[in-house]
Each structure stands twice: as C-alpha cells, then as structure tokens.
C-alpha cells in the first residue's frame, strides 16, 4: 500500500522534517523502505540581478491538491514507491521562506531520485499554482519555473 499525502498550505503553517519522514515510513511495517529523497524550494532573492521582495503564491486549494494527488499517485506506481508527500504553500513569502516540500520513499536511491526529480518538474508545470514575483524592477508573473512575464499595471 502507497501512502501519499499532499497539502497546500498557508503562509506560516508549520511543517516538521520529522513528522514527514515518519509519515512516510510509518506504514512500512515490513521495512522496505531503503531511503527516503527529499527536495525543499525557497523563494530566491535575487533573480537576474534583481533584488525579490516577496514571491505572492496563489491558488484555489481543492483543484491544486487534486493536481498534487494525482502526479504523487503517477510517480508512486511509475517509480515503486511506498509514499510520496508533497506540500505547497501558497501567501506572500519572503526570500528564505519554504514553498515546496516534496518527499519520496522507496526501495533505494535508484528509484528515489528519478522520482523526486520528476515531482518536482511535474508540480512545477501541471499544478496551478499562480506566482507573482515582487522584484525591485517590478513585478513578474512566473509562468512554469522560469519564464517571467511583467505584469502590466493600469
């Protein structure tokens, strides 16, 4: 049996490293798991020689985590997983503060890494999650993981 458990979370929730790990090894009675891969994203400080200021999260919770669910259910069974977690947080965030959590456990490092990697890239581009990038050259709407469109003000 798979355990996934994905949040979006407010700013300011917190979030304990142990209590992840121990849900995601907390089902394996049989001690399968092997390892566990973690990825923790904060918001930057600087992005192209711009100082950010805030990176404004936004969603509507039901249909993102439904998003979430379903790429940590695709890369469990792809991968062979025995638990994929994923927490998103959406506010106004500073640089240093969290915004993502994705943890993955399984068998050996063999399949945890690809797995992480692939979460991360699939959250990045399938969950909409919108993001609006306070810089000291203007603000920027963040589309995907990379590309900045400014955003135009009346």
Same mark, same amino acid.
């Given at each position: 049996?798979? &355990?996934?458990?994905? =949040?979006?979370?407010?700013?300011?929730?917190?979030?304990?490293?142990?209590?992840?790990?121990?849900?995601?090894?907390?089902?394996?009675?049989?001690?399968?798991?092997?390892?566990? #891969?973690? &990825?923790?994203?904060?918001?930057?400080?600087?992005?192209?020689?711009?100082?950010?200021?805030?990176?404004?999260?936004?969603?509507?919770?039901?249909?993102? $985590?439904?998003?979430?669910?379903?790429?940590?259910? $695709?890369?469990? %069974? *792809?991968?062979?997983?025995?638990?994929?977690?994923?927490?998103?947080?959406? #506010?106004?965030? =500073?640089?240093?503060?969290?915004?993502?959590?994705?943890?993955?456990?399984?068998?050996?490092?063999?399949?945890?890494?690809?797995?992480?990697? %692939?979460?991360?890239?699939?959250? *990045? *581009?399938?969950?909409?999650? &919108?993001?609006?990038?306070?810089?000291?050259?203007?603000?920027?709407?963040?589309?995907?993981?990379?590309?900045?469109?400014?955003? *135009?003000?009346?």
């Amino acid at each position: 049996m798979v &355990f996934v458990n994905v =949040k979006i979370l407010d700013r300011g929730e917190p979030i304990s490293i142990d209590s992840i790990i121990n849900d995601l090894v907390r089902e394996d009675a049989d001690h399968l798991v092997g390892g566990v #891969g973690l &990825f923790i994203g904060l918001v930057k400080g600087e992005i192209n020689g711009s100082t950010v200021t805030s990176l404004e999260y936004s969603a509507i919770k039901e249909v993102a $985590e439904k998003a979430l669910n379903h790429i940590a259910y $695709e890369i469990a %069974e *792809k991968y062979g997983l025995q638990g994929v977690l994923i927490y998103h947080r959406i #506010g106004d965030l =500073k640089p240093g503060e969290t915004t993502l959590i994705i943890a993955v456990a399984g068998k050996s490092r063999v399949n945890v890494m690809p797995a992480l990697s %692939e979460a991360l890239e699939r959250v *990045k *581009k399938e969950v909409p999650v &919108f993001k609006l990038e306070h810089r000291s050259d203007g603000d920027y709407w963040i589309i995907g993981d990379s590309t900045r469109i400014p955003r *135009k003000t009346s």
